[in-house]
């Protein structure tokens, strides 16, 4: 668990980051609904993916609430990749660099620290999700690559694009082992 009152802007000083445990699953089921704008998926598919991919995912508390999760996993193909499927913060919360935030502790968590690459696919409507990530990447001084990746034909209903952001090669502060 990560104490954020080092190094942190005052209004982070009573939030605190972890990796998920499986008991997390449902709390960010809830937090995906409370966003009001994330695809929510089944309560069964947060609770597979805190027990499964705990270690690759990330949730901020306050006073014990949820206010803020990443849902990230390593593509089999790509292991120096950590992937971000779903990133979330609380409206309320909006706007004060918490998303940043939650993006660079995940990035610090145990499991992500050999990756050099982020990946994430960001719908052409999000503007809000297109900017945190082109921040991160400029807060790590690297390129942020915008591919072709789901067209909205590969889905069974009305969606826009998702083309696929990569960010990288990132540099890590301490030498990978
Ligand atoms: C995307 C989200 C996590 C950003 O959280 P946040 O705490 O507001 O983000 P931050 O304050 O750290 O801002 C990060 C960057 O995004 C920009 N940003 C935030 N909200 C924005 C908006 N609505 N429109 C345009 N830019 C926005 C900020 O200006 C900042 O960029 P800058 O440094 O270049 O100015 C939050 O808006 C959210 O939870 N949205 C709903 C869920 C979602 O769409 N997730 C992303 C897809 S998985």
Redesign the pocket.
């Known amino acids: 668990m990560t104490d954020t009152d080092r190094s942190t802007p005052h209004t982070h000083s009573s939030i605190r980051f972890r990796a998920a445990t499986p008991d997390d699953g449902a709390a960010i089921w809830r937090l995906?609904q409370a966003?009001?704008?994330?695809e929510l998926n089944s309560a069964y598919f947060y609770l597979l993916f805190a027990t499964d991919f705990g270690d690759t995912c990330l949730v901020a508390e306050r006073d014990g609430r949820m206010v803020?999760a990443v849902v990230g996993y390593h593509p089999p193909r790509h292991p120096d990749t950590a992937f971000?499927?779903?990133?979330?913060?609380?409206?309320e919360?909006?706007?004060?660099?918490?998303?940043?935030?939650?993006?660079q502790e995940w990035l610090e968590l145990p499991a992500n620290r050999s990756c050099r690459w982020v990946t994430?696919?960001?719908?052409d409507d999000?503007?809000?999700?297109?900017?945190?990530f082109?921040?991160?990447a400029?807060e790590h001084g690297t390129a942020c690559e915008e591919l072709p990746h789901f067209r909205p034909g590969q889905f069974p209903h009305d969606h826009p694009a998702e083309p696929l952001f990569r960010i990288g090669p990132v540099e890590r502060r301490t030498p990978r082992s």
């Open positions: 995906v966003t009001g704008t994330l803020g971000v499927w779903q990133v979330g913060v609380l409206p919360m909006r706007g004060h660099g918490l998303g940043l935030r939650l993006l994430a696919t960001v719908a999000n503007p809000a999700s297109q900017a945190l082109r921040r991160l400029r």
